[in-house]
């Protein structure tokens, strides 16, 4: 131990060395003091925002106000207002300040994980840019103070659910009647029994089951009969088809004697027309006679002078006559006037 | 032997005991604020000392340099691995950079520079001025008009100071390379966004309480292995037992420093 100590090996450029070391280290300390302070904004040029909150928890200086997840600004400062809301002084760095418009809506937002973030929404990037020192006032979405509603709903939903079955429940009330009717479902007299609650009716019913399948029995027999005499009617139906179809066909072709081109109705119809002719001219012939009467007797005396202009009047007369004749037969022999002239032999 | 030995005896040994546990802390306060008025005195550095304070200075960092920061360089890689992937599974990416710089850069970085310069230089150093103590170097200093405080001690308490303020500094400028590497990979448009992740780390209490730890850690990891000597022990001839008594004080400082910053961190 009392070895003197042995002096240290010599070291080449030393104090260069040394001197180089120590540069490096003031670079490194210097370096990281700028930026820090570059990195918590100190020499950036800044807009105020204040943004009013009914309440600052989870609100820290230093954390950011985003705009569709990319940090805009950060919060510089937090103070109680006169009226007693938070007001939250966000300075917004000039570079990102033109994504605030003065229709921007700000959301403060706590979830279950992390800390509040501070939200930007600026739907109208065409409106007026947010003026400096702009007061907003901030929604607010508390995922965490939604816990004690839901808690208290749970809670009720579990007094809910001990009270459904609880031994003296509706619900265990249901089930033990489940049970007895599963029980007497399983037993002798099965689902009968469980209907009606003793042996002897499920008896009748079966006796009443016996007896509905000897009536379907005979219901059956008489089904095939029915069916026999429901050929029979098929048959008579499809004759009579037969004959319907025929008359149809009869129908159709009176229809076209009568109503057709060449029918009887047109012929009638012409026909009519024509006897109001004869009988207008007959009308005037008659007219004619009463003349002639008037002149006949106006010239009584005169017969005999007339005597030849009578007989040719009497030769028109009868003239139209015979023509009215000769029409009345000819109507007579038309349908519908037609008489049936066949003379038949005894 | 009276009756009352055994009780005076084992009185002694405990008067003894806390009298020495005292003594050290007394030694270790007192010579340490020495060293801290040398420290800021002018005259501690003039030209015939810096030599010794350069080759001390140099002798403290040059050898840890290149090998601390390798091994401080693979672990970051490590925890940050485990922390981005961790954090992308829970869909918490957003958070992985911050819990990234406040565990490396704030916690952890530090920490392993403190003890690796306690173990590769300022124990060993504090081991030789006992053996120089022990063979009467001090005094024979003091009688040729010789401080061996200013010409042994502060130096090494110096470039153990020096040590660790430059190694924290480049393992915690490694890792934050290497965070952000991990994270955005080779490109330089996640910079501004990163940038903006450590300033919300870095704010002005955490900064403060960050070097002012360091600034205490690097001290006690300084001072007190080579100010401290415990009592001389005829049963350890190869002073094991002193180095571990060392050892533990200083593991005992550092714990307090760490408590201490933690509250001040986040309480």
């Known amino acids: 131990m009392d070895t003197p100590s042995i002096p240290p090996k010599p070291v080449a450029h030393l104090e260069l060395k040394a001197r180089l070391l120590i540069l490096l280290l003031l670079l490194l300390m210097l370096g990281a003091v700028a930026y820090v302070m570059v990195a918590r904004g100190v020499f950036e040029r800044t807009q105020k925002l204040v943004l009013v909150a009914d309440d600052s928890e989870g609100i820290v200086v230093g954390m950011d106000l985003t705009f569709s997840g990319f940090p805009i600004g950060r919060v510089g400062r937090i103070e109680l207002s006169e009226e007693g809301n938070a007001r939250i002084l966000v300075d917004v760095p000039l570079n990102d300040a033109h994504w605030l418009r003065t229709s921007s809506v700000f959301t403060m937002e706590s979830g279950f994980v992390g800390g509040t973030r501070i939200r930007a929404f600026s739907g109208i990037l065409t409106d007026p840019p947010l003026p400096d020192g702009a007061v907003r006032k901030v929604l607010r979405g508390d995922a965490k103070a939604e816990i004690p509603l839901m808690v208290s709903s749970v809670r009720e939903l579990v007094a809910n659910i001990t009270a459904l079955t609880s031994n003296d429940a509706a619900l265990s009330g249901s089930l033990r009647n489940v049970q007895t009717a599963t029980e007497k479902l399983n037993g002798a007299s099965g689902g009968l029994g469980l209907l009606f609650g003793n042996e002897t009716d499920s008896k009748k019913i079966i006796s009443t089951l016996d007896r509905t399948n000897a009536l379907l029995t005979r219901l059956d027999k008489l089904a095939v009969t029915a069916d026999g005499v429901a050929n029979k009617t098929g048959s008579l139906v499809t004759k009579a088809d037969g004959i319907v179809s025929k008359t149809g066909t009869m129908i159709t072709k009176a229809d076209n004697q009568i109503f057709g081109q060449s029918g009887v109705m047109k012929d009638a119809q012409a026909t009519v027309v024509q006897l109001n002719g004869l009988l207008a001219d007959t009308r005037n012939s008659l007219k004619k006679v009463d003349a002639v009467l008037v002149e006949a007797q106006a010239v009584g005396s005169n017969v005999k002078d007339a005597t030849t202009d009578l007989g040719v009047l009497r030769a028109e007369v009868e003239s139209s006559l015979r023509t009215v004749d000769h029409l009345v037969q000819e109507i007579n022999r038309k349908w519908p006037f037609a008489r049936n002239n066949e003379l038949k032999l005894p | ?267």
């Not at chain 2, 001389?232 to 200083?250: F, H, M, Q």
């Open chain 2, 1 to 267: 032997m009276t009756p009352l030995s055994p009780f005076v005896d084992i009185s002694q040994r405990w008067l003894r005991f806390w009298g020495e546990w005292l003594l050290g802390w007394w030694q270790i306060l007192y010579i340490g604020a020495q060293l801290m008025v040398l420290a800021f005195s002018p005259s501690s550095y003039r030209t015939s000392q810096r030599k010794v304070m350069f080759l001390k200075l140099y002798s403290a960092t040059a050898p840890l340099l290149a090998s601390y920061v390798l091994m401080s360089a693979l672990v970051s890689l490590i925890v940050i691995r485990i922390v981005v992937t961790t954090a992308l599974t829970y869909g918490l990416s957003h958070f992985a950079l911050e819990v990234l710089i406040r565990t490396l850069v704030l916690e952890l970085l530090p920490l392993s520079v403190t003890l690796v310069v306690a173990i590769r230089y300022t124990m060993p150093e504090g081991k030789l001025v006992r053996e120089m103590r022990a063979r009467g170097e001090f005094s024979e200093q003091w009688r040729s008009g010789g401080d061996p405080t200013r010409d042994e001690l502060l130096p090494r308490v110096v470039a153990g100071v020096f040590a660790v303020f430059l190694l924290a500094a480049l393992s915690g400028f490694v890792a934050l390379v290497l965070a952000y590497l991990s994270v955005y990979g080779f490109h330089t448009w996640g910079f501004p966004g990163y940038t903006r992740s450590v300033g919300q780390v870095f704010n002005p209490v955490i900064s403060l309480v960050f070097c002012l730890k360091t600034l205490f850690l690097s001290l006690a990891v300084s001072v007190i292995p080579i100010v401290f000597r415990p009592r001389a022990d005829p049963n350890d001839p190869t002073g094991a037992n002193a180095e571990i008594k060392v050892l533990a004080r200083l593991f005992t400082v550092i714990l307090l420093i760490e408590v201490l910053s933690l509250i001040g961190n986040y309480y």
